[in-house]
């Protein structure tokens, strides 16, 4: 073997090891002679990537704010009494004509098996809740605890207390419970509404498990899932499942933004979509449950329905944003204040109303006897009226219409309408419609009544006619028609193309 090779593949490194001690010399020299280092020197800089490398080796969790908050979310347990009901025969989980079908027809099934004899039985349920003050009291859903006949909830370190139920409030579906005790952990709810992208963790008792921590961001704001009339969900993709309901979701700094609810899934397990009451609304509503045991809104007494292009247009109005008056109601505080069908509330207080929903939002928010200024458009001229609220009926709720989104067949020439006079003189009776024709798409049904056509009333099939003939005489692309059905009076807006 080469003795030269070996040789200098000894030299190499100790040259190597030598200019890195001097190195090393001189940067220890530099930093007891002058006290501050400069960023630039050689030590400074491998002590910014060593910290950069431990960053990067140890990313940032959330396990700091669980520590806080966790120890407030209980898991609520609640008895109830069930009615129990027969299944029919359709209802069976059985093929029909089968055995176990014709058995089970003929003898009924055992207790606890998917026919349960008739009677009075006792249930159970579970879900998640959160402290929100030191002496007890907690938020939970109203479908947790709703006819609840005992109520229990076990906090983080295992203990099981009796809780009360103070008051609840379906509309929001939120409810507020009352352990004894006066050292309880609690959290705060957020004082300001969270933004689309923020991270979110949820936690609550998912399946039963107890203390469980999700996940997510904050995917959208303002949703509408149909539970009620004054819908304003936030949207997370933090994994929610059953359990998980009535149980929080904090932001980072450990702040409530909202109740969990709901779940969307086809399964029935999550898959991303969790929808939470925002903390604003918790606020009120749980201040007054607290307060008095119930909650009161304020009313306006008027069916409004989202005002559309289409409905905009036919009304002068360039811009499809309000809310459209289908029907005053007796008695109302709209009635008193002058407003009428066809007016279209663009905003409160000064405030522009986005839709329907936002005006049932706002004002339901309000407490009854409050005084508001709405700004009207009528006949495509704006106005002001001064309203004193009334107090929302339980026996009635200012429920915005949903939009159907149906859009209009141009090639369809009639409505696909059958009509006949109505009593009285008021309107005119639908008899008949054909499902292929284009008056279905709009949600026509037999026994609706055409109050109206181009503000014009109608009592008989031949004015009705004659009202579409000059509407399209006048040059208008379509015609407002105000209808009266079982669910109230509404507006709508047919192209001309369908008279």
Do not use: C
């Amino acid at each position: 073997m080469n003795p030269a090779p070996q040789k200098k593949a000894r030299v190499l490194p100790l040259r190597r090891l030598l200019l890195a001690a001097t190195v090393a010399t001189v940067a220890v020299g530099g930093f007891l002679a002058v006290p501050a280092l400069s960023p630039y020197t050689p030590l400074a800089y491998a002590q910014n990537l060593s910290q950069e490398a431990e960053h990067v080796a140890r990313p940032i969790g959330f396990a700091d704010i669980v520590e806080k908050v966790k120890p407030a979310v209980i898991s609520v347990r609640v008895k109830m009494r069930m009615e129990s009901q027969d299944l029919s025969g359709d209802e069976l989980p059985f093929p029909k004509g089968s055995p176990m079908e014709r058995f089970f027809k003929r003898f009924g099934t055992p207790e606890g098996g998917p026919q349960a004899p008739r009677g009075r039985k006792f249930g159970s349920a579970q879900g998640s809740g959160f402290f929100i003050s030191a002496d007890g009291y907690a938020v939970t859903n109203n479908h947790v605890v709703d006819k609840a006949t005992t109520v229990e909830v076990s906090t983080d370190d295992g203990k099981v207390h009796s809780a009360k139920v103070i008051g609840t409030d379906s509309r929001t579906d939120l409810a507020l419970i009352k352990v004894d005790g006066d050292n309880f952990p609690y959290v705060k709810l957020a004082d300001a509404p969270p933004r689309i992208g923020d991270w979110v963790l949820a936690v609550g008792n998912p399946f039963g498990l107890g203390g469980t921590v999700t996940a997510g961001i904050v995917s959208a704001r303002g949703r509408d899932i149909g539970a009620g009339p004054y819908d304003d969900f936030l949207q997370i993709d933090a994994p929610v499942n059953k359990g998980n309901s009535g149980g929080p979701t904090f932001n980072t700094e450990g702040s409530v933004i909202g109740v969990n609810t709901a779940i969307f899934s086809p399964s029935g397990g999550s898959v991303g979509i969790a929808f939470a009451i925002p903390a604003d609304t918790v606020k009120n509503v749980v201040a007054q449950l607290k307060d008095k045991g119930s909650v009161t809104r304020g009313w306006i007494g008027v069916q409004i329905q989202p005002l559309t292009q289409e409905l905009a247009d036919s009304l002068g109005i360039k811009k499809a944003a309000g809310a459209l008056v289908a029907e005053p109601q007796k008695d109302s505080p709209a009635v008193k204040a002058g407003i009428q069908a066809g007016d279209v509330i663009t905003a409160v207080d000064g405030k522009p109303v986005i839709d329907a929903r936002d005006l049932a939002r706002r004002i339901s928010s309000m407490p009854p006897k409050t005084t508001v200024k709405l700004t009207l458009v009528r006949s495509g001229a704006e106005k002001s009226v001064d309203l004193t609220l009334g107090e929302l009926p339980n026996v009635k709720e200012a429920r915005a219409e949903s939009d159907q989104g149906r859009k209009s067949r141009d090639d369809e020439p009639q409505l696909g309408l059958s009509l006949t006079p109505g009593e009285s003189d008021e309107g005119v009776v639908v008899a008949d419609v054909d499902p292929q024709g284009p008056a279905a798409d709009y949600g026509f049904k037999p026994g609706d009544i055409i109050l109206e056509v181009a503000g014009r009333t109608v009592a008989t099939p031949d004015q009705l006619h004659k009202a579409l003939g000059k509407a399209r005489a006048e040059g208008k692309h379509s015609v407002l028609l105000r209808v009266k059905s079982e669910q109230g009076t509404r507006y709508v807006a047919i192209p001309l193309g369908h008279a």
